[in-house]
């Protein structure tokens, strides 16, 4: 296994210096951008502004400075992705996580795996390692088998993929000793370089669909990467939209692969990007047959999503969620329901029995116990028949005294239910005023509210106009700056004619020049003859 060698690239006092900046700006709570570094190295340090640019894009390359897109918060930047350059360490959410041993002899297996199948060609035209004159030209003999038996993943000797790549890029040395630079075989071995770089790169921009796009299990591409990947609508020229995955973004292209059959890959302009929640009708699509398997095959994906079924825990969770919630179900309905069924027939009982007495036990018994006397007495002797006309005058008194109270009665409740409808009336018509006092308050306040977001929106409008308009001014006053002075430059280089100031063609002396011959003449006569040192 070879040794990865690494060398640095940039200035380290220059680095240092990019440090001390990047600390500053950010402590400012603001943005370390190439231009506010720039200007800061060359206050400070009096570095050019080439150099910077130069002496920063090395320290990236070294790893001593991270380079990431920031969105900005505040100003006339505010909402604007720009480019930002972190003390390393600092960043938030380093992409790349180390592996363990296991993790990655898994993931080499299926690298190593393409690299025998693609370095069929340049082992049948190698030589014999075993030659006493290899060990001569070859300081470390490794081919594709080596790499094979090194990754053959009990012992797991590799701790990086950087370690992998170069032993690949051993394996192109190797070639080009032995058979020279631009021969066939160096050829071969440098397009296994490339796609293994390849796919190197394709494993560390996401685990899981590198993976799964090669182990293939059933609804392999159905499953959802941690973290998922954006859903879209996706249209290739030529093609309708498509549903698919969103893989990476670079400036105003994404990188997308595609549901259904073939699972195709592009890169597509952003332009040609829908979010998924868009509405079919709206994208106006064919429905073609590879079309609707294609929904399907994300309808299956959105499912997985949202029960949380990823590949590595689906067993797990497919064991909790088929015998938990039967267990619960089961149990809660032979508890509830006989709980359900046994208070009715009680309730039932007991209104029953509350309700006899009340309709049997007032006062009728006694009124047919009256009635009953008095009629004996009718049917008997004369005395009982006293006693009944007794019982009739009495009656007629308890008349009079029920009418006389009756009216009383009549009368207070009569009082009463005035009193109480213009005591009804009088809460009413308060609360109405009450409630329409706070719908014109709330009315006032929406207004009010309103007005004054109206205000900001357009103040904040205005100020991004004026931002504009000044930005636009100071470029046109630049550009007219630079025209002027170049036009001077030009003035300045040409000769013009003493006698018509127009530009000269014909020289006299060391300071006299003429458009014409015409012009030569006048002046000679009139002036020059007596001044002109060119000499005769």
């Not at 910077?52 to 991270?66: E, I, N, P, Y």
Request: net charge positive.
């Amino acid at each position: 296994m070879s040794r990865v060698v690494k060398k640095r690239q940039a200035d380290p006092k220059v680095v240092q210096y990019v440090w001390a900046s990047i600390e500053v700006i950010r402590n400012q709570k603001q943005i370390a951008n190439m231009d506010r570094i720039s200007k800061y190295l060359s206050r400070v340090f009096g570095m050019h502004p080439k150099e910077t640019a130069r002496q920063l894009s090395l320290a990236v390359k070294d790893g001593l400075v991270v380079e990431t897109l920031t969105v900005g918060c505040k100003g006339s930047k505010a909402g604007i992705e720009q480019e930002g350059y972190w003390l390393p360490g600092d960043e938030m959410g380093s992409k790349k996580k180390n592996l363990n041993k296991q993790e990655m002899c898994k993931y080499l297996r299926f690298i190593v795996q393409r690299m025998k199948e693609r370095a069929m060609d340049l082992n049948k035209k190698g030589k014999d390692t075993k030659h006493p004159m290899y060990r001569r030209l070859i300081h470390t003999a490794l081919d594709v088998s080596n790499i094979h038996e090194v990754s053959n993943l009990s012992e797991g000797k590799y701790k990086s993929f950087e370690e992998f790549k170069a032993d690949v890029q051993l394996i192109v040395h190797n070639t080009a000793i032995l058979y020279g630079v631009h021969s066939d075989q160096a050829e071969i071995a440098r397009l296994l370089h490339s796609d293994t770089c390849h796919e190197l790169n394709e494993l560390l921009l996401c685990k899981n669909c590198f993976y799964l796009s090669n182990a293939r299990p059933d609804n392999w591409f159905c499953y959802p990467c941690s973290p998922s990947h954006d859903l879209v609508w996706a249209k290739m020229k030529g093609f309708g939209y498509w549903p698919a995955k969103v893989l990476q973004r670079e400036d105003n292209q994404v990188d997308v692969r595609f549901f259904g059959h073939q699972h195709q890959r592009a890169w597509i302009p952003a332009d040609n990007i829908q979010d998924i929640k868009v509405s079919v009708q709206q994208l106006q699509v064919k429905r073609s047959n590879g079309w609707k398997k294609a929904c399907e095959e994300l309808e299956v994906y959105q499912r997985f999503l949202r029960e949380g079924r990823f590949w590595k825990t689906k067993m797990d969770e497919g064991s909790s969620t088929s015998l938990e919630p039967k267990a619960k179900k089961s149990r809660r309905t032979q508890v509830v329901e006989p709980k359900d069924e046994d208070p009715e027939p009680e309730m039932e009982a007991v209104s029953s029995s509350q309700e006899i007495p009340v309709s049997s036990v007032p006062p009728q018994p006694e009124k047919l116990s009256v009635s009953t006397q008095t009629k004996k007495a009718g049917g008997g002797s004369p005395r009982t028949l006293h006693r009944g006309t007794q019982t009739n005058s009495d009656g007629a008194c308890q008349n009079m005294c029920h009418e006389k109270y009756t009216k009383v009665f009549n009368d207070v409740k009569e009082m009463m239910k005035a009193d109480n409808k213009r005591e009804t009336e009088r809460v009413v018509r308060e609360a109405l005023e009450k409630l329409r006092a706070e719908m014109e308050e709330e009315k006032r306040q929406a207004v009010s509210k309103a007005v004054a977001g109206a205000q900001a929106e357009m103040e904040r409008k205005c100020k991004q106009v004026k931002d504009k308009c000044k930005e636009e001014l100071v470029e046109e006053v630049k550009k007219l700056v630079a025209q002027h002075k170049q036009l001077i430059s030009q003035t300045k280089k040409k000769q013009w004619c003493y006698n018509c100031e127009e530009e000269a063609m014909y020289h006299c002396c060391w300071n006299t020049s003429y458009c014409s011959i015409k012009c030569q003449q006048e002046h000679w006569h009139a002036d020059h003859k007596r001044t002109c040192r060119r000499k005769r």
